[in-house]
């Protein structure tokens, strides 16, 4: 089993933590977050160090132990750097804008894709055909690139679609032309 829950946290200067009852609550010079606690689940902040304990030794307190301290750990850099999704737009006449909060995709569809951007990230089209995607909380960054990229998988013919930026599609080939003897 991993032991991942059992390693402190060390809190960097100008972010505060603070520990109330049942909630954790993570403040930065990006924002704030607030993470609710599982009863199975002890957390301590002794100066700048946080550490994660369980209250009981079975499988499900350490499971959560590990979580926890994760989630906490994403939480403490969410709010003093931020975390970054990159996507890219791949195909002919395939494009992204922005209209106020709303992202607007040609897809190759007959009518452009309109995606309702959430107040808890930020979308950026630097040029048409890369998305930057922005925000404090690591788990809607990642739900919102993966709710983009839903809109239109990368195809393994020619590798049309949204892909993200670091993300390689396997090539097939196409079908093979068969030449000569014929019926």
């Known amino acids: 089993m991993s032991r991942i829950g059992k390693k402190p946290i060390e809190v960097p200067k100008g972010v505060t933590v ?5 909630h954790v609550s993570v403040t930065g010079p990006k924002g704030e977050l607030k993470f609710p606690l599982r009863p199975e689940v002890d957390v301590k902040l ?4 946080l550490t994660i304990g ?4 079975d499988r499900v307190a350490r499971a959560l132990q590990g979580t926890a301290r994760a989630v906490l750990a994403n939480m403490i850099v969410g709010v003093s750097k931020g975390y970054e999704k990159k996507l ?8 992204a804008a922005l209209e106020g909060k709303t992202l607007v995709l040609k897809l190759g569809f007959n009518r452009p894709v309109r995606f309702p951007v959430p107040t808890t990230v930020t979308v950026e089209t630097p040029i048409p055909t890369v998305l ?8 809607q960054v990642g739900a919102v690139a993966a709710a983009i ?7 393994p013919y020619k590798g049309k679609g949204i892909k993200y930026a670091e993300e390689v599609i396997k090539r097939k080939a196409g079908k093979a032309f068969a030449s000569g003897g014929g019926a």
């Open 18 to 22: 603070v520990v109330t009852g049942g």
């Open 54 to 57: 369980c209250r009981s030794e």
């Open 149 to 155: 990229r839903k809109l239109r998988k990368p195809e």
């Open 132 to 139: 930057l995607i922005k925000g404090i909380d690591n788990q």
């Open 88 to 95: 890219e737009i791949n195909g002919v006449g395939f494009e």
């Open 46 to 49: 002794v100066g700048a160090t």
